[in-house]
């Protein structure tokens, strides 16, 4: 322990500077969000907590799990630069208003570029809103060009959005929710085989196996990795 306090700071030690900085400065702005958006906040925990339990059904590396909860929890850390008028409207938005909300992803970025530990987190904040066929935002990514942890993080985040109450939707129920993103899935939105997997996931988290498969053109393959 004397050792340690009288040594040169080691590389490590500047790591761990670096850490200790980057949870500070992150952990400000996620309280200013939880302050003005308790959803937010209560919506970006559960995602964290999905990330890691979805990362370990996949099989995922530990560096991935540790991704995927940091990206669940930071995703939508941009809505801190969205004016507040527009993020709590009550009722619909109009098309003015989307194309605001949209800039969270790259406010988002923003916020984290210089935050050398959040490197690996920066292309699941940029890129949670792209879609399969290319018809996302912000870069229209397609199919493979969006990483693959973005793609994880987006289909737990429209789970968990259609099943819990924003201001321009109601509150679907699990059986809802399963069919809207089959339907969106159908449209091109999402990768299906990322869908697949986690309808199974989803069943096997809530205990009711069956009632995924109403939605599926294919019966699941258990176990099946998805490749990357
Ligand atoms: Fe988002």
Redesign the pocket.
């Known amino acids: 322990m004397l050792i340690n306090r009288i040594a040169p700071p080691s590389c490590s030690s500047f790591l761990q500077a670096d850490l200790d900085e980057a949870a500070k400065a992150l952990s400000t702005i996620t309280r200013t969000i939880a302050n003005l958006d308790p959803a937010t906040r209560e919506h970006c925990q559960r995602l964290a907590i999905q990330g890691k339990a979805f990362g370990e059904f996949l099989s995922l590396s530990e560096l991935d799990i540790h991704t995927l909860m940091w990206g669940g929890y930071l ?2 850390i ?2 801190v630069g969205i004016p507040i008028d527009v993020l709590l409207k009550p009722g619909l938005l109009t098309d003015a208003e989307w194309e605001v909300i949209k800039q ?2 790259l406010i988002g970025e923003h916020i984290c570029y210089s935050l050398f530990a959040m490197e690996r987190v920066i292309p699941l904040i940029r890129h ?2 792209e879609h399969w066929d290319g018809s996302g935002y912000p870069d229209r990514l397609a199919g493979e060009q969006i990483p693959f942890l973005a793609r994880i993080i987006q289909i737990l ?1 429209v789970y968990d959005a259609l099943t819990h109450e924003r201001s321009y939707k109601p509150t679907y129920t699990h059986a809802r929710a399963l069919e809207i993103m089959a339907e969106e899935t159908a449209k091109g939105w999402y990768q299906k085989e990322l869908v697949q997997q986690f309808f199974a996931f989803i069943s096997r988290e809530r205990g009711d196996w069956g009632l995924e498969s109403l939605f599926l053109d294919e019966p699941l393959a258990n176990g099946c990795l998805v490749s990357e």
Request: aromatic share 0%; glycine share 12%.
């Open positions: 995703h939508d941009g809505k969270h992803v949670h809103h985040d």
